[in-house]
């Protein structure tokens, strides 16, 4: 299926081959640099390409290219998903999935993609099996491998590939037994003008650190499962029970991995956090224009909303800001015309302001359209559907381990859209 | 710089290279490691280190681990280019191969096959037969995956392959099956003959399989299943829009009659591939989300079709790369079913940090969606798009508006008003697709609107794109007669501008001329002419050979022949007007989720998606002969699972023939508290929620499993209201391996409910018993399944506890019986001989029995002692012989049963096992089970 894979950097320069049949030279690549020379940004090179005699399909992550070579029909989706698997490989091994730390961890990276794919067909994606058989670099180990010798391979062979269980290693042991379990939620939202929702939505994951000892089987239940609209497990959760009891039953795999993931629409139910007054004006005359905004709190369901930024891409003609905030710091970036407005914390008692006028270049005409503002926020220990975890359950294995629940929301691709009629 | 870079690194890579051989050379294996390390990372940045084969091959015996897999890295990488060297490290693998650790069998058969040497092909193809009938399943895999290797290799293999395949496909072990799956499609997937066996097993073990296995398997079955049932669309025909008429169109005439004749009834396999793949749609894979999706598109009946959606709509907030191939995918959907995709409407608006082709197939997907309802909401949302800063994308939705108007004749007029104002655009690309997309729409309908021409014409002068002028060219030209007076002034400005116009320009301005010389040659003789003359000696060949066929055919002389009387007819002949439709209108050519469909060309290895058969094939190809089963032994699966165990007093969990019927059975098991296992085989499904917790070291078998019998627990009189029932489901306990799973039915037969159910106190203390859950509250006639997990010590010594409510608590005891305290093992009939003979003597047990007639036959015997006892069946090479093989829960001791015939009925049974106490037990109630009827 995969033929083969080439890593390529931000600049072009492919730093890494690997071949899983036999070797194909690097120069298939120039078709994709051509299409991407094209493209100008890199978000917008199409992931599949064709060339005379092989297919191109490539993502785009951490400023690289995973450029896959196949040649015959495959499923798009098929590559594509396993790419991101190497990415999510490398950055579950390495902290991060850089150019810089993929080529000081060459050979580990080397040995990964070896086990990952067997004659281009996946063999171990599970992080549970790589990590028995590869160890992930630590600084310690890496000093003491280098004084003696020593390996970062396994030298015990992974059993978690041949039991019921594929995702979990056996034999796994802790002193303090844990589980997390961390339900973080994003709001998608476009308002007009008028503050009026046109499209809300709540994208929901919930995110697992599970230290357990042994085979733990786990019940995790929740206050109000019929929240959930539309969702997708890890492949340890037993479908059958959520359908019928709507409990998520399974065995974990050890360490950190996600769960489930899911989508609350009805847009009802999605609060908006903050409401914003917003004025933005630009004059036909005297080049400029006058800029007025104020964040208030809305429905945060009395808890503090943190990290509050606004962010306005401005149009072209804009050359300056001249603003004032009563609370946090403002930048203009001249090249890139955004306008960001770090807030921080939302004080109810004194509402933060910003206000000034914007000059725009001389005799250039006004611009047709307003721009629209993107909020970004957080919120700690709510989870704005409402959704809460009721309890969790261990069976299988007799110590009482610790378990914790913690609830993050934060603003998706909250926009705040000026709509005008044509 | 291009010509240095190789020279360079490599006078460098030499002196490098010695030192590493030196390296590998020496005695240390830190060194050694070191160098590999160093050579690994030369591979990885594509640089050559095929000279240093000779040193790093030497190292391919080392023994450690880490070593060795980088020298495997090596060695796959440069075996092609030094085929000779390369076969010095033959011997150590073939060696590796026999080695007791599956690990290092499955390591040497991957890299023995991943050596692209031709020489040998003899050698792998052997080492390939073994490992598919090795006893570990990851051997077994590797094998498969080795398959495709050496076809790819040598072509000539195939017939040998394709056996391989062929036995490689009845395994049973989850691993195994995506990547067999894999290698039939790419050795012989045409040879669907050898699913039929097979394709149930697969049905069921689909859930189980890992990912990527899934994928594979879903897309061959589909193409199975367009070969062998028949189409589940024909019912809906006459309810269906004619939207769907015409999607029908295609599946053609011999329906018709056909319909008539009978109604429509899905074939049972038919519709377990689609019960058994829908679970899979919930997948955090979107690969396998995609295809269970396409799966439904071209298999499931029309109305069941759009469970998917919500799926697919979810993948649109995954990766960039994925939204691509989703929206592709939905955009040839949502052509012939608007409705799937139209309450999703909002998810396809296009955000301003999409990526733009992201926003391109979202465009034509909101335009594919737009009907009479929603266009007011679709018009609105584009007309902020054209304000985009991205202009080739404002300009990709003015032709998204174009589309609209022409499909959508109520807002036709609103779509052409909202163009004509965008023609005083600031930006040069507006204007230019307005004025593209505004010459398609009079076309369609031109009575009524020189005011827009008139318009047009006078906007002209501004206009520089020449694609626009152009297309006001040519309107002008076309509807003359309708501006007769601005007509000739346009084309003396394009006298005038001739030479410094585009192609394209002037190839109109000709047709211009031409067109208005037939209608007012008055006034345009002289201005045509000269146009004319202009065009004669242009650069272009096209715009020369245009002029000189244009003067032929309009300008009378006593060349011209007789087309001059028909010019007018020629060139003022009503036009049809342009059809505006999707550019993904031709793709369901494709099967969904292809790579073909992606790029909308066929890619090598494409498999054509059959068109249904007109009458189904032979439905009993796919019945299988089970041999761990039960009585049943040769009936087919689904006609099993139709049978009701009598004596449970329950239904069991239904026919597999119509979905309406299993779906009422889903509801009644919601009902209940852990689903209760009664089928003869358990479908994937149910399956996917009894994942033992512990891995076995022999293989289990999970299916034998007979009538069930059910004890009581506690009766509603004693219980005061509360009744309790239990089974033994016969499965490995999910909490321990070494308890005995217990199913416990609890039902309220008084008058108000009961709350707090669970157990208490136990005896002996010491008795390790997995609890239920405590049920908060059972209703009146209410009744729950529960599970439970006990430990007996491989001792038929009662299980005593409290069974407890809020009030009450009453003493109940589980007391087992001797051939529930076993699991079954599976082994083959020489392994059986060969354990059996390590257990003589004192561990063994024998009767001669009589036998009553009617038990005389093997199935019978089977189907009675599998009735008394959970054990596996052998299979037998001789008749007279029946054999049994079996597991102590608790100590895993092995319980052999054989049970030899000889005449008259007379039989001698035989127990080996060490655990004597039970051995005796056991004869006993095997004895009782066979002699009477």
Redesign the interface.
Known sequence: ?IHSLFLINHSGD??????W???IS?SVCDYFFEVKEK?V?P??V???L?TPHH?LI????GKLFFLSV?????????V???L?RVADTFQDYFGECSEGVIKDN??T???LL?EML??G???A?ESNVLKEMIRPPNILRSVVNTL??G???G?T???G??????WRR?GVKYTNNEAYFDVVEEIDA?LDKSGTT??AEI?GVVEACVRLTG?P?LTLSFMNPRLL???????CV????W???RVL?F?PPDGNF?L??Y?VSSQNLVAIPVYVKQNINFFETGSCGRLDITIGPKQNMGKTVEGLMVTI?MPKVVLSANLTATQGNYTYDLTTKVLVWDIGKLNPQKLPNLRGSLSMQAGA?KP??NP?LNIDLKIQQLAISGLKVSRL?M??EKYKPFKGVKYLTKAG?F?R?S???? | EVMLIPTRPRLFSVCRNEDLKEMLESSKESLKLEAMKRIVGLIAKGKNASELFPAVVKNVASKNIELKKLVYVYLVRYAEEQQDLALLSISTFQRALKDPNQFIRASALRVLSSIRVPIIVPIMMLAIKEAAADLSPYVRKTSAHAIQKLFSLDADQKEQLIEVIEKLLKDKSTLVAGSVVMAFEEVCPDRIDLIHKNYRKLCNLLVDVEEWGQVVIISMLTRYARTQFTSPWKEVRGQSGEVMKAFYESDSEEKKGHTEEKPYIMDPDHRLLLRNTKPLLQSRNTAVVMSVAQLYWHLAPKHEVSIVTKSLVRLLRSHREVQYIVLQNIATMSIQRKGMFEPFMKSFYVRSTDATHIKTLKLEILTNLANEANISTILREFQTYVKSQDKAFAAATIQAIGRCATNISEVTDTCLNGLVLLLSNRDETVVAESVVVIKKLLQTQPTQHSEIIKHMAKLFDNITVPMARASILWLIGEYCERVPKIAPDVLRKMAKSFTAEEDIVKLQTVNLAAKLYLTNSKQTKLLTQYILNLGKYDQNYDIRDRTRFIRQLIVPSEKSGALNKYARRILLAPKPAPVLESSFKDRDRFQLGTLSHSLNSKATGYQELSDWPAVAPDQSVRNVEIIEASGSDSEEESSESEKTSSDSGKSSSGSEQSSSESELEQKKKKKTKKVPQKKSKPTAADRYSEIPAVCWSLRVTTSSFGPVKTYELLHHMTGKGLAAKYHFPRQPCLYQPSMVAVQVILSNSSDHSLEEIHIGDRSPASLSIHCFNTIERLEPEASVTVSMGIDFSDSTQAANFQLCTKEDQFSVSIQPAVGELLMPSSMTEQDFCKEQGKLQGMNETSATITMETANASSQAISKQVLSVANVGVVSSSQNNFSRFAGRTVSSGALVLVSLELKESSTALLTINTEKTVMASMLLRDIKQALTQA
């Open positions: 299926m492919i730093f890494l081959e690997k071949h049949k036999s070797v690097r493209a940004d978000e917008n199409p992931p599949v064709q297919y490539s993502i785009y992550r196949v040649q015959t029909e495959v499923p798009p989706l098929f594509i998903e396993f991101h060459l050979v990276v080397y040995e070896e067997d004659n067909f996946p063999l994606t003696t010798g390996s970062n391979v030298d062979l992974p059993t590939q041949l039991s019921n269980v594929p056996a476009i046109v499209f994208q085979m089987d609209d539309d969702m997708s497990f890890h492949p037993r479908f059958k029970r359908e019928s009891e039953s065995i996600t489930m993931t989508h891409h005409p047709e359209e629209s359950d069976y299988g691709k926009q859209l709509l005008s009629f044509l």
